[in-house]
């Protein structure tokens, strides 16, 4: 009876310790998480997308104060109506410019990130603002940012656009006098 106790539990220990031996065990740093935000404000990309945008932006207000100058020849409605209408349409191109840039630069960084994340050969790079909880040695974004600094990021030329005079106000037809006829 002893002896088959002593059986049993071998065989026991046995399976047990190859129970799980076809599983993979996943390495505990196959997953890396890094700020975005903080790459967009601190790295080389972020610093020249800011940039474009200043650039962008000087040109549209440029744009807005040669468009204004046409102006004078408008009657005073007239010239209300343009400047809210030129206001809506440079304000639309800036947001436009703003995201086309941002989108670059998203791809800069993305491109980055999956390098290194190859280079390492983790699976998993996710933004650290939507994690709840990590071990602080997940984060790589000073890497990201450190690989940045070599990257030269291209947004493009300037947008191109031009102020058309504002046609002066039509002049309307004199309606024909009606004649009296005597009858």
């Known amino acids: 009876m002893k002896q088959q106790t002593l059986l049993i539990i071998a065989a026991t220990l046995a399976v047990s310790s190859l129970a799980g031996c076809d599983q993979k065990e996943a390495p505990a740093n196959d997953?890396?998480?890094?700020?975005?935000?903080?790459?967009l404000r601190d790295s080389q990309a972020g610093k020249q997308e800011a940039e474009h945008d200043k650039q962008v932006q000087a040109l549209l207000l440029n744009v807005y104060d040669d468009a204004s100058s046409k102006y004078a020849r408008l009657p005073a409605a007239g010239q209300q109506k343009s400047r809210?209408?030129?206001?809506?349409t440079l304000n639309n191109q800036w947001r436009a410019e703003k995201n086309a840039a941002r989108q670059v630069s998203l791809n800069a960084i993305t491109k980055v990130v999956d390098a290194y994340r190859q280079e390492k050969k983790l699976r998993l790079v996710i933004d650290s603002q939507t994690v709840i909880s990590r071990d602080d040695n997940a984060d790589i974004t000073a890497e990201i940012i450190s690989r940045l600094d070599q990257t030269e990021v291209d947004y493009g030329p300037l947008p191109v656009i031009s102020v058309k005079t504002?046609?002066?106000?039509?002049?309307?037809?004199e309606t024909p006098k009606t004649r009296k006829t005597h009858k």
Do not use: E, G, H, R
């Not at 809210?84 to 809506?88: G, L, R, S, V, Y």
């Open 31 to 39: 997953i890396a998480v890094v700020n975005i935000a903080q790459v």
């Open 84 to 88: 809210d209408a030129d206001a809506d």
């Open 166 to 173: 504002p046609a002066q106000a039509p002049v309307k037809p």
